[in-house]
């Protein structure tokens, strides 16, 4: 009879350990933001039919209190905002969405993302979707729901959304409460529990405690969040021993800088794995680093290949998740386990 429930526990522990192999998930960032311009449509339904769990959207607000899906507040370095609209840059050079209409936003070509260099415009990544070409446009929050939405009905899947509210402090210097309006939307389209297909991403711990605390009691929904963390000086108390369970008042999970889990000096044969998944596994927090890119610049030294960078960081440091402009390498990589 021992016999029996020993095997039935080893059973049991196999069947644990698989499903939660199986529970790990492909975030991808952008959109497959590797093969097409990152935050279009097309670049999103490419991560979908790839095999991605969670498709991004970075979300900022237009003139006319619209959320549009672009990783920066400014339209410089991914459209071609500065042609179009020439005479519209502030001061600083730069043209912030928030000073255009929605209507004119849906007048730009969306294309690679690109820096100035001697007046001439050089992509960021070199062997990526070529810039300037073909025709892609900016996306609201609402057209990429909706997109994911009816692929879901489609497809009969069930591929889920995470959102970022992207500096929400210059948003309220501007006058607008962004947060509000992300959590209006998420409850139209559905988006209202902790069990619906949705994480709520930002980097500003002060605006994140706000949606738990205030935020979302009055919009009436409570979805998950996920604290972003770039580095250990923004907000060092997360790093001592009970930072994550401090942080777990107010989030669900973490979104780290693949380099706060796996140090960045480390070598081929020496992986140095910080506290930090252990920290936040102990408080009930997931782990969702970013970015992992396979592009041949990207894959830091330690690891021979990109799919043994996805095996340090999703079973060596045992993140839950993983943030990637290249979703179909990852999800073949968990399907190979
Ligand atoms: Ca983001």
Known sequence: MRDIAIVAALFLV??????????????????????????????KAMAYAQGAHYIEQDLVMTRDDE??????????????VDEKFPDRARRDGRYYAI????????????????RIENGEKIQGFSQRFPLGKSRF?????????????????????????????????FHRQEGKDISTRVADVLKEYGYTSKGSKVFLQTFDYEELALIQKEIFPSVGIEV??????????DYPWMFEPDG????????DGIGPSYNLVVDRASEAGDIRISELVTQAHGAGLAVHPYTFRADPEAVPDYAAS??????????QADVDGVFTDFPDRAVQFLQSQ
């Open 14 to 43: 196999t069947i644990m350990s698989s499903t939660s192999y199986a529970q790990k998930i492909v975030i991808a960032h952008r959109g497959a933001s590797g093969y097409l311009p990152e935050h279009t449509l097309e670049a």
């Open 99 to 114: 000073d255009f209409t929605l209507e004119e936003i849906r007048t730009l070509n969306a294309t690679e993302g690109f």
């Open 306 to 315: 990109f799919e043994e960078l996805l095996d340090i960081h999703y079973f």
């Open 137 to 169: 446009r900016v996306p609201t929050f609402q057209d990429e729901i909706e997109m994911i939405q009816g692929l879901n009905l489609s497809t009969g899947r069930d591929i889920g959304i995470y959102p970022e509210i992207k500096q929400p402090a």
């Open 244 to 251: 994550m369970s401090k942080l777990a008042y107010s989030a």
């Open 224 to 233: 998950n969040l996920i604290m972003l963390l770039g580095n250990r000086t």
């Open 67 to 80: 959320l549009i899906v672009l990783h920066d507040i400014t339209l410089d370095r991914t459209t071609d």
